[in-house]
């Protein structure tokens, strides 16, 4: 799971073309950043163990965006853990 702290990389953009959606490998040797926070979403009358993923604020190193930005987990992998 990831967590504050953890150096991490974006592997995937969300990609929308003629009314559809889906997962679009994305690898920028250059995209790497710090996560600042982790939200979890609760989704009510499903089980404890339900792991559908979070949502990750990143503060990224290649200074396109300004500020920190949110992504969903699936986009992101971690390159180094903060606590190992």
Do not use: C
């Amino acid at each position: 799971m990831i967590e504050v702290g953890d150096l991490v990389k974006r592997i995937a953009l969300l990609s929308v073309m003629d009314n559809e959606f889906g997962w679009a490998m994305y690898d920028l040797p250059d995209d790497i950043g710090i996560v600042l926070a982790v939200e979890v979403p609760t989704y009510e009358g499903l089980e404890d163990d339900f792991d559908s993923g979070s949502f990750i604020k990143i503060m990224w190193q290649n200074g396109d965006y300004d500020g920190a930005v949110w992504h969903w987990s699936e986009e992101i992998s971690i390159i180094t853990k903060i606590n190992p």
